[in-house]
């Protein structure tokens, strides 16, 4: 059963969590609308701005492992605020670089930043969770696509009426500041293993922590863990990088109608992760992703197998919608391996994750060189079969209600209504 802490109360620190998640999707999100001008500013060429960009997906996984050393050491909550913090002073140097090689440096830090934070907030939204005794953690992952829409929407904005980068970056790294600093307040206090069940804890498990990742059925729920998480960022991936190419290559659509796969999958998977707390409240985790894995191959080899603007469109929606949930639960399933410390599952699971991210690109792309793009866009369908043949190491328990005392259950029943 899980343990309670007295002086905070949940409400208050699951709207402190929500503020995290909301502003690291939006903080970096308002950079890439002005690439063009940082590339225009430094008089870089294409190969070099792909270089520098490059440096935040290297930067995240290089660094994005000390993420659990730095929770066990810190906690969870500081580990959050002092990285949102660095990320609100990196972010104007990214867009004030005055040369090349501070650019990388700028970009690599952001995403090492990036990385830490995302674990810590992760873990600590975990321990709100935990508290709340039922699932709530697909909402703040939802807050975070809508959060990453706005900071693309206001990048934009900046650039169209040509604000200038350092006061356009100076302003979003002060609201970044103010939003770390006032979610400081409300979050949980005392150690991250105090909601979570005594006999998970490393010592109670016999893992020593460390030692706990010796074990073949941790690095067996690791692996699958692996694989559906590739699974997934292939799925993500797929309209981003190729979705545009494709309808614009292959079935003849314009600019705009181009870009519809990719808004249509970041728009069911934003929406299904704000009403997928519900989802898996009655079905669990494991029948969730089954079900979100049907979604991603149906939705993906109907497209494929009779390929339209229409059909590719709705395709790729029925895909966000599938996987709209399937990184929280990973991440909650690496989160809850017992005998590990606070933080280190999550900081594998994402570590894993973004390696998908980086590995997925080239092999689209490898194979709409031999064949086609739509050949390559296969691999869709494929993971979403994968993700069917993985969900059975995701958590099939429906929460209960929650446990943590009368009072605070009753302020948190108001505050989900």
Known sequence: MSRTVPGTRPVSARVAVFALFFTNGFVFSNV???????????????????????????????????????????????TAVVSQLLMGVNIVLVGTAPGYAVLCAAIFVAGSLDAVNDVAMNAHGMRVQRRYGRSILNAFHGLWSVGAVLGGVAGAAAAQ??????????????????????????????????????????AAAGGGGGRAWL??????????????????TVVEDAPSSWGAV????????GPFVGGLAFMALQGTQTVGRLLGDRVVQRLGDRATARIGGVLVTGGMGAALLWPSVPSTVVGFGLAGLGIA????????????????????????????????????????????????????????PVAGLVILGTAHVLDTRRQPAAEAGAAPGAEDARAAA
């Open 161 to 202: 009426f040509e604000l200038a980068l350092a006061l356009h970056l100076g302003l979003v790294g002060a609201v970044t500041l103010a939003s770390a600093l006032v979610s400081s307040r409300f979050l949980l206090p005392g150690p991250d293993d105090t909601e979570r069940d005594p006999a998970a804890a490393p």
């Open 32 to 78: 890439v609308p002005r690439y063009p001008e940082i590339k225009a500013e430094l008089g870089l060429s294409n190969a070099a701005l792909g270089t520098a960009i490059a440096a935040m997906p290297l930067g995240a996984l290089m660094l994005g492992l000390t993420a659990g050393p730095l929770i066990r050491r810190f906690g969870s909550a500081h």
């Open 215 to 232: 074990r073949r059925p941790v690095l067996v729920a690791f692996a699958v863990l692996g694989l559906m998480t590739a699974a997934t």
């Open 325 to 380: 949930t399937l990184i929280p639960a990973a991440l909650h399933a690496a989160d809850e391996v017992p005998g590990l410390w606070p933080g280190a599952g999550i900081s594998v699971a994402a570590f894993l994750l973004r390696i998908g991210f980086l590995v997925s690109p080239p092999v689209v792309g490898l194979i709409a060189d031999a064949h086609s793009i739509r050949l390559g866009l296969a691999v869709v």
């Open 246 to 253: 494709y309808l614009q290559s292959e079935l003849a659509a």
